[in-house]
C-alpha cells in the first residue's frame, strides 16, 4: 500500500482539478447551496448522556460520544469515545472546562481525570468541570492490538540487556512483525488515530459540553495533542498547559533526529543517577561507589541467570532496563529507592524494577507505537534505518542498546516499526503548529527531564505565536506537582490567565528521600499515568 507522501503529487492534482470544476459550475448558474454543502459540510456534535461509571462513588459521571471514524468523510462511520466529568464543585462561580489529557499515547484519559481529581487545587476544583476521556484507539475507545499478550510476552522475555549479535537484524524484523500485525488485526482503525484527529475529537467534546473555549492541561504526548489542538482551533483555548512538552516539528517531520535526543536524556537521566550512587554509596546502597560497573555487570548477570518471577516469567537484563526507564522519570527524591530495588535485584530478591511487562502494559504498548507510526513519517530504507538505530544505541550505551535492540515497545524504539509502516497516515497534522490567534499557552520544561527533553519545551515555546516558557530546574519527567513554585504559578494562570513572568525559573526540587519512605512516584507503572500529589 503506498504511503500519503507518495501519494501526494497526484492527490495535489485532483484537488487542484476539484477546485477548478467548482469555480466552473459556480460560474455556469449552480446554486450556491449545493456548493455550500460540500465544502462547509461539518460533523454532528455528539450528544452525551451522563450516567453513572463503572466504578461509582467518586463524584464521575459517565458518557458516550460517537465521533467520526474518518474526518474526511465528517457524517460517516463513527467511533465511541469514553468521556468523563466531574462538575465544578462551586456551581455559582463556574469559570468552565477543564480537559485533563495523560502521557502515552497509550494512557486512559478517563482513569487520568479520576485518579488525578484530588492531587489538583480546591480552586480549580471549585471553578471548573473536570473533563477526560479516552482517545481513539485506547482502553474504552476502540483498543488498538497490534501483537497479543502471547506474542508480546515472548518477545519481552527473549529480549536481553546486553543484546548479542545480530540484534539489529532481529530488531527490524520484529519492527515489520508489529506493523503488519496492526495492519491485520486493528486496520479498520490504525489509519485514524493519528492526532490530527485526536484534536477534532477534542473540539467536538467540547461544542458537546456547550462550550465556546476550553482550558486544557496535557502532559507529556498529552501536550502535544493540545499543540495540534491549538493549531487547529486556536480562538478556542481559553488556557492551556503544555507540560514535559514536545517539540513537535522534529517529533512528527524529523523523527530520527527526534528519537536520538531522547535516547540521550534517558541515559543522561540513569547516568546522573548512577553517578549520585557514586557519591552517596551508603544511601544508594549499589554499585560499592562504582555504580556504572555493577549496572553492566547485573545486566549481563541477569542475562545469563534471570529471575522467575511469581507469573512464572524471567526478568533479565533487558527487564531491569525496561523498567528503570519508566521509573527513572520521578526524580531525585526516589533515588535512594532506586539503589535498593538495583540492589535487591543484584541479590535475585524481589524489586520492582524485575516486573515483566504485563498484559496491561501491552495494552499500551500496542498503542504507544501505533499512534506514534500514524504521526511520524521516518524516511525509508533499511541502509537509514539500520544506520540510525545504531547510532542511537551507541549515543546511550546504558540503555540504547536494550531498548534500541529491543522488541517494539515505549517511545525512543519505534523506528523499527514506524519506518516499515504499511498503513496510510490520513490522520496526522501535518499543519502549521504556530497557532496564532490563540491565547497565551504555558509550557513547562524540566531541565533532566529523561523522557520529553527540556530543549523540546524551549522550541515549542518559540514555535508557538503566544508561547511562555515555564522551567524547573530539577531531575524528572514534567513538573505539575512535583514543585510548589511550578504549581502555584500554574494554578494561578489556568484560574485568571495571569502568566509568569518571562524567563521565570523555579528550582525547589525534591532531594533524595531517606529509603524506605514510601513515595508516590515509586514503583512507576508505564499503564498508569497521573498527576502526582503536592508533597
Not at 460520544?65 to 462551586?90: E, F, K, N
Not at 537521566?269 to 549496572?295: I, K
Not at 515555564?470 to 513538573?479: I, S
Amino acid at each position: 500500500m503506498q504511503s500519503r507522501l507518495a501519494d501526494r503529487p497526484r492527490k495535489r492534482v485532483v484537488w487542484g482539478i476539484s477546485l477548478i470544476l467548482i469555480a466552473v459550475t459556480s460560474l455556469l448558474g449552480a446554486t450556491p447551496g449545493a456548493a455550500t454543502a460540500t465544502t462547509l459540510a461539518a460533523p454532528p456534535v455528539p450528544v452525551l448522556t451522563w450516567g453513572p461509571c463503572d466504578e461509582p462513588g467518586d463524584g464521575f459521571e459517565c458518557a458516550t460520544a460517537q465521533v467520526p471514524l474518518d474526518y474526511r468523510r465528517p457524517t460517516g462511520g463513527t467511533i465511541p469515545l469514553a468521556v468523563t466529568r466531574r462538575l465544578a464543585a462551586d456551581r455559582a462561580h463556574r469559570t468552565g472546562v477543564l480537559v485533563l489529557h495523560p502521557g502515552g499515547p497509550g494512557n486512559s484519559g478517563v482513569n487520568f481525570a479520576r485518579n488525578s481529581y484530588d492531587a489538583l487545587p480546591a480552586s480549580l476544583r471549585d471553578a471548573f468541570d473536570v473533563v477526560g476521556y479516552d482517545m481513539r484507539g485506547v482502553a474504552r475507545s476502540g483498543q488498538v492490538e497490534c501483537w497479543n499478550d502471547k506474542e508480546y510476552s515472548a518477545a519481552v522475555d527473549a529480549a536481553r540487556g546486553v543484546p548479542g549479535p545480530g540484534a539489529l537484524r532481529g530488531a527490524i524484523r520484529q519492527g515489520l512483525d508489529f506493523a503488519t500485525a496492526c495492519l491485520q488485526r486493528s486496520g479498520d482503525l490504525v489509519p485514524f488515530i493519528g492526532t490530527a484527529s485526536n484534536a477534532k475529537d477534542i473540539d467536538l467534546l467540547r461544542q458537546a459540553l456547550g462550550e465556546e473555549t476550553l482550558s486544557f492541561y496535557g502532559r507529556s504526548f498529552g501536550s502535544y495533542v493540545g499543540t495540534v489542538y491549538a493549531a487547529q482551533f486556536p480562538r478556542r483555548v481559553r488556557a492551556m498547559v503544555l507540560d514535559g512538552a514536545y517539540d513537535p516539528r522534529r517529533y512528527a517531520d524529523v523523527p530520527y533526529a527526534y528519537d536520538a535526543a531522547q535516547f540521550v536524556a534517558l541515559d543522561g537521566a540513569v547516568g546522573r543517577f548512577l553517578d549520585w550512587c557514586a557519591q552517596n554509596a551508603t544511601t544508594c546502597g549499589f554499585g560499592e561507589g562504582r555504580p556504572r560497573e555493577a549496572f553492566e555487570q547485573l545486566k549481563r548477570a541477569l542475562d545469563a541467570d534471570p529471575v522467575i518471577t511469581a507469573s512464572g516469567r524471567p526478568a533479565t537484563g533487558y527487564t531491569l532496563a525496561y523498567r528503570l526507564m519508566f521509573n527513572i522519570n520521578a526524580g531525585k527524591e526516589i533515588w535512594p529507592e532506586l539503589g535498593q530495588a538495583l540492589r535487591a535485584a543484584q541479590a535475585h530478591q524481589g524489586s520492582f524494577l524485575l516486573n515483566p511487562p504485563s498484559p496491561a502494559s501491552f495494552d499500551f504498548l500496542n498503542v504507544n507505537t501505533a499512534v506514534e507510526c500514524a504521526d511520524r513519517v521516518y524516511p525509508t530504507g533499511p541502509l537509514l534505518l539500520g544506520a540510525r538505530v545504531s547510532a542511537h544505541v551507541a549515543a546511550a550505551p546504558l540503555l540504547g542498546p536494550p531498548i534500541g535492540l529491543g522488541p517494539p515497545t515505549y517511545d525512543h524504539n519505534h523506528a523499527p516499526t514506524c519506518a516499515q509502516w504499511p498503513a496510510e497516515r490520513p490522520s496526522r497534522f501535518e499543519g502549521s503548529y504556530r497557532a496564532a490567534g490563540s491565547a497565551p499557552i504555558l509550557v513547562l520544561g524540566t531541565t533532566g527531564d529523561p523522557d520529553t527533553p527540556y530543549q523540546d519545551a524551549v522550541a515549542l515555546t518559540r514555535t508557538l505565536d503566544n508561547g511562555r516558557l515555564l522551567t524547573f530546574a530539577a531531575e524528572g519527567h514534567t513538573a505539575y506537582n512535583r514543585s510548589a513554585c511550578v504549581s502555584t504559578l500554574v494554578t494561578a494562570y489556568l484560574a485568571t490567565l495571569a502568566l509568569p513572568a518571562r524567563g521565570t525559573v523555579c528550582t525547589d526540587e525534591t532531594p533524595p528521600a531517606p529509603p524506605g519512605r514510601r513515595l508516590t512516584g515509586i514503583e512507576a507503572d508505564e499503564t498508569h499515568d497521573m498527576i502526582p500529589t503536592l508533597h
